[in-house]
């Protein structure tokens, strides 16, 4: 099970199920990655849609200033 939420400029992934953590933009390009860890934050300068692949599982999450 998976958790992904938000706050400002930042999105938290609570990872229970100790997968790799990949974040790309909608264009497809990867900007962050972590190694299969139970909790990741990750800072986005860029407001917008990001798409968060852990293991198999795709989310969208869209941060706003």
């Known amino acids: 099970s998976v958790l992904v939420y938000t706050a400002g400029q930042q999105f938290t992934v609570e990872n229970l199920g100790d997968e790799t953590i990949q ?3 909608v264009s497809g390009v990867c900007v962050a990655h972590s190694p299969a860890v ?28």
Do not use: D
């Open 38 to 65: 139970k909790q990741a934050s990750f800072q986005m300068a860029t407001p917008g849609g990001y798409l968060v692949k852990i293991g198999n599982a795709v989310h969208k999450v869209i941060i706003r200033y």
């Open 23 to 25: 974040i790309f933009t």
